[in-house]
DNA sequence: GATGAATGAGTATTCATTCAT
DNA sequence: TATGAATGAATACTCATTCAT
């Protein structure tokens, strides 16, 4: 219940206007202010604006790894895991609503922040097409790596526009309600995906 | 052969910028010096920054919307009318690289600009509901609207993810056989798509 | 009834600007627009804002010096001449009523346009000394130099503070009957003045 | 003996510069220059052009006030509270040379700054016209807000129009000598009027 | 840790003026 | 005469960053 300290607050503050705006349309008085402290602090506590940048997104992306990583693990079928692994995304990005704008905005962006992003993108990228080498091809229209940006925009497209679509979508996208649908919309996509493969040779 | 005038000029400079690094992030000077034109006559053209923008959106929006709304009148199945709306896309898109990125930022963004994206998109989800309303239901995880989101994502995600993939893609993505390569998997989505709709009621 | 020619209607939009909002507030451009001509002739037909501005004023200068050299003429006694002075300053500012507030700027302003206002004021300073030599002395509190600033200020701050005083005037300063009420007070004063004075030695 | 804090600094030299030149005359990067500080902390520390405008009027108009007041307040007959007033005013003028420049200027210029100058010289008025009740109508040619004018316009043209006139003046119309030799042409006038008031009814 | 002040480069935009047609 | 385009300097204002206290 106590009140959380400088740099917390500061994190806090950035990553919504962050996520909200985006890094050129926020300045380190904008963040200063939302977080209720002392302007040069900022610089105290992170160095620079990009450092403080690069300390969200870095956060964003161990998590994220962390929980797909969790899920691959599991000693399970390829099926059974892919599901897994669609609803730790789903998990991550439902909690974690500042992500994925952050990563759509840095993806269609300049080159400024997109080595983190190349690495972090590159390993999921590389862990599904692993845990998919027995069971579909490594070039082709029904190549994993085809099914991964199918799949990882399916999910991630969802989250970003629904802010969009809300008025024309009947009912809030991003309810409860809204979530489960998506996700067992997914799932489907999963199956479907996975009915298409053929396997390699 | 003749050099392009100078709004000519600005615009193709400003769709570059914008497309490449987003509207905070481009200042009205690297525009003019992109151009090769003085400063001032951005102004003196286009009356501001934000007009300019306004300018290369409305382009994209009318020409994009004209596209889809050509594939979408044939009066040919539902079938065939997917697949020609989708190569519809996929060229527009394949034609016009900063339009995804614009789009997908301007989607993850702050506010400023969305009332015209909002228009853009609504019209087209209306359409794609519209030309699915016989053989899909109108709620739940396999209705048309869930088919859009997945639709759109995977079309516009691959133009804007090629280049942070590429690294470990194995070959360009956005090559004329990597775009081809997409296209195939992109009409296998359709049909699965299609196969994966029950009919309403 | 035919179209004033161009360089009338700048110079007529030159001076409603100009004694509107003063030399800095306005641009060519707003006295173009408001002139219905293109910019360029601004300059075309009056080579700079500076020389414009300097037409304007000379226009004034000479018609306001005229008007008062008329009613100095006439051979009457001192306090006749001097009521028909007074009249015919009244009159002239009341036909020209951007003329007391490009003047009382002016004079209130940096050193830019001073000199014609010195050459015209200094003017009118010596005709009105030189027409009560025989009746006021050249110095001290009584003498005709303070009798002039007290009178045309009295003329002059009426028409400039008018509406800015008008919420709590009662009626409206500027109308006929206002400024009729103001010309009896002005006769007034010009004959306690008259009264005030003790000739010289 | 110590050097000014910077907000003193700016403020002295926006009153020396605003009073000389004015508004739209002077720019930030003058009043930094002149103040000896950096251009940005004129915003740090006043927020904006116009708020530093606004904070040396209401400086002055405050004072202004404050000094009549005083002087109105004073239990005395009405001749010689007037004296008083007239004394506060020639006083307080005489003190504060930018004074009558800026507010000459903001009269007879544009709508921009006009709602302080309104309030402030609609409350002189008052105070004048209800000092004034017993012995002048309210309206006509006698009554007092005429009388305001006058006074008024005769002790701030004073020294607005003292630099334009000294060529022809005659000694410095600014030095004491010159500014006491007014005052007593000034205490004339009151008394002038005093003796043209007809009392009301 | 925290603060208020300071800085120099940068922002979008407007200016008076010129010029080719 | 008239015009649309062009220019370079100036405008108010914001930026990320530093520093003394």
């Known amino acids: 219940m106590t009140e959380p300290d400088t740099p917390t607050r500061i994190l806090a503050a950035a990553d919504e206007l962050f996520g909200e705006i985006g890094y050129d349309g926020v300045s380190v008085r904008d963040i200063a202010e939302r ?5 040069a602090l900022v610089f105290y506590h992170f160095g620079s604006k990009d450092e403080l940048f690069a300390r969200i997104l870095d956060r ?9 990583e969790r899920a691959f693990e599991a000693d399970l079928p390829v099926r059974e895991r892919l599901h897994r ?3 730790a995304y789903i998990d991550y990005i439902s909690e974690n ?28 990228f590389q862990s599904t097409v692993e845990a998919l080498e027995d ?21 991630i497209n969802y989250f970003t526009y629904a802010p969009v679509l809300a008025p024309v979508w009947g009912g809030d996208p991003l309810s409860d ?16 995906m996975l009915g298409g493969m053929r396997p390699p040779g």
Not at 35 to 39: D, E, P, R, S
Not at 60 to 68: F, I, K, P, S
Not at 135 to 155: D, E, L, M, N, Q
């Open 97 to 124: 609503r500042h992500y994925p704008r952050l990563v759509q905005r840095l993806v269609a962006g300049s080159g400024a922040h997109m080595a983190p992003i190349k690495d972090n993108l590159g390993a999921l």
């Open 177 to 192: 309600e809204g979530i489960d649908e998506r996700r067992a919309h997914l799932h489907w996509l999963v199956d479907a």
């Open 135 to 155: 069971i579909a091809p490594t070039a082709g229209p029904y190549s994993a790596r085809h099914f991964f940006v199918t799949f990882s925009g399916a999910v």
């Open 85 to 87: 692994v669609m609803d």
């Open 60 to 68: 964003y992306y161990t998590e994220h790894q962390r929980a797909l």
């Open 35 to 39: 977080a209720g402290v002392n302007k």
